[in-house]
Nanobody
Framework: VQLQASGGGLVQPGGSLRLSCAASGDVFSSNSVGWYRQAPGKQREVVAT???????NYAQSAKGRFTISRDKAKNTVYLRMNSLKPEDTAVYYCNVGPLSNVLKGRFTSWGQGTQVTVSS
C-alpha cells in the first residue's frame, strides 16, 4: 500500500493548513496511523496519532492546535494545523501500521512527505 502526503505549502505565522494522507487501499480501517515531521538538522518526531478505535494522541507542541482525523470512505487521513508557528516548519510524513510502531514512528520506509514552511 502506498501513502501520499500532500497539502503542504508556505503559510504565515498564525495561519492554517490541512495536510492529507491518501492511501492506495483500505489500510486505515485496520491500522493505526500517524503524522510525523522532520525539521532540518533534527530527528523525525511524532506529531499526532490515531488508532482504529479513534483514540488520538498529540505531541505537546501540537496539542490544541492540530487535529488528526480519518475519512475511511476516501482512504484518507488528515492533519488540520491551526495557529502555525515558524517552529512548525518541517517536512511532514504519514505512516500506518501497528499501534506500537505508530506511537514511536518505528518504520523501515517512508514516503516523500510534504513541506510545510511557516514564515512571514
Amino acid at each position: 500500500v502506498q501513502l501520499q502526503a500532500s497539502g503542504g505549502g508556505l503559510v504565515q505565522p498564525g495561519g492554517s493548513l490541512r495536510l492529507s494522507c491518501a492511501a492506495s487501499g483500505d489500510v486505515f480501517s485496520s491500522n493505526s496511523v500517524g503524522w510525523y515531521r522532520q525539521a532540518p538538522g533534527k530527528q523525525r518526531e511524532v506529531v499526532a496519532t490515531l488508532t482504529t478505535g479513534d483514540s488520538t494522541n498529540y505531541a505537546q507542541s501540537a496539542k490544541g492546535r492540530f487535529t488528526i482525523s480519518r475519512d475511511k470512505a476516501k482512504n484518507t487521513v488528515y492533519l488540520r494545523m491551526n495557529s502555525l508557528k515558524p517552529e512548525d516548519t518541517a517536512v511532514y510524513y504519514c505512516n500506518v501500521g501497528p499501534l506500537s510502531n505508530v506511537l514511536k514512528g518505528r518504520f523501515t520506509s517512508w514516503g516523500q512527505g510534504t513541506q510545510v514552511t511557516v514564515s512571514s
